[in-house]
């Protein structure tokens, strides 16, 4: 039996409720599979711990998660702190520290949900977003000079380098390739950008000649999110850079009906540190504590970590039970027009889990 080490970063928030029910949702998909087993180590680092001890996560935190086969992240944010600590603080410092330079985000209309376009279900909303996610416009160099004087400057500093463009992009092919449509998109906006979105174009064009069976196309990002809204259905696979995918997969978010639906994988394809899962509706701390936070997204992203870990039948079952729920529409929370809290949803996908493994 496959013996996985997990370790758990709720971080601030509902991060903390939401999940605390994907902990409880992966116990139940191991107890009916059979074939792998978790150890669960919880981390209480994020925006209370800095707080309390200057720092979002302890000096050794990347030595320390580096021990582990995946990690579980809830949300990162608190009002008392600026964003920009929480964010560079724990969520890059992990994310770059362990070439997590794959960002997969699904973006896919749930059964029973109601997103905010009138005339697309289902099947029009059902594609995926690759965001280079280490590099690009996040990449932290820059600087400030003459503060708090009427000549201060600010530098912001994209990097692209061609190793982290290509790996990116070879990921988003090789998945083009494995998927019905073989279709990619590629977000650029090289007519005001002439080095880095250049850059960008013309490693897409090399590429696609090792890749004759992938249909390729690329819009201007300010176009393509504008499909994201009148062709959802036209959509199968996009790529972009750092900022571009951010903006999109945000956008691609906002089509599935409720930021507690979306979930998002940080993913070190070669497996030599751990990747890291989570929800992306944030530590929204105006509901926090009150036990009516989506725990769907948070479960789906544990759907996506037993993808990642090889057992994608086990996914599957998770994803298949969170649509179960979704579909009959009687147990869901006030986000989706429900008055279920946390607990409940979790609980009905659970049910769901044992209920189709029969």
Not at 2 to 19: L, S
């Amino acid at each position: 039996m496959k013996q996985y080490r997990i370790a758990v970063v709720p971080g601030d928030g509902i991060g903390v409720d939401t999940i605390e029910q994907a902990v409880a949702s992966l116990r139940t998909i191991s107890q009916v599979h059979g074939g792998f087993q978790f150890t669960f180590d919880t981390f209480p680092w994020g925006c209370q711990y800095y707080l309390q001890h200057g720092e979002m996560m302890p000096a050794d935190g990347l030595r320390i998660l580096g021990g582990y086969d995946s990690i579980l992240f809830g949300a990162a944010g608190f009002p008392s702190v600026p964003d920009h600590i929480s964010l560079w603080g724990l969520l890059l410092p992990i994310r770059q520290g362990f070439q997590q330079y794959i960002n997969l985000r699904p973006v896919k209309l749930l059964r029973g949900t109601q997103g905010p376009l009138r005339d697309k279900g289902p099947e029009d909303i059902d594609f995926v977003c690759v965001r280079e996610n280490t590099e690009g416009e996040y990449s932290g160099v820059g600087g400030r000079v003459h503060r708090h004087t009427d000549s201060e400057v600010a530098v912001q500093t994209s990097v692209f380098t061609r190793s982290g463009v290509e790996r990116v992009l070879r990921y988003a092919f090789d998945l083009a390739a494995k998927r019905p449509a073989h279709e990619l998109v590629s977000a650029t906006k090289s007519n005001a950008l002439q080095y880095s979105m250049v850059f960008w174009d013309e490693v897409f064009a090399e590429m696609q000649q090792e890749y004759p069976q992938v249909r390729c196309r690329q819009y201007h990002v300010d176009a393509l999110a504008a499909r994201f809204i009148t062709a959802p259905e036209t959509l199968d696979l996009v790529v972009g850079s750092n900022l571009f995918g951010d903006i999109l997969t945000d956008l691609g978010g906002a089509l599935q009906g409720s930021l507690g639906i979306p979930p998002s994988g940080n993913i070190n394809p070669e497996g030599r540190y751990p990747s890291m899962f989570e929800p992306v509706h944030g530590s929204a701390p105006d509901i926090a504590g009150k036990g009516i936070a989506n725990p769907i997204a948070a479960i789906w992203a544990a759907s996506m970590m037993l993808d990642h870990l090889g057992h994608e039948d086990a996914g599957r079952l998770l994803l298949e039970a969170i649509e179960a729920v979704t579909g009959a529409g009687q147990v869901i929370t006030p986000d989706l027009g429900g008055t279920a809290t946390t607990e409940q949803v979790g609980d009905a996908i659970r049910a769901q889990i044992y209920a189709l493994s029969k």
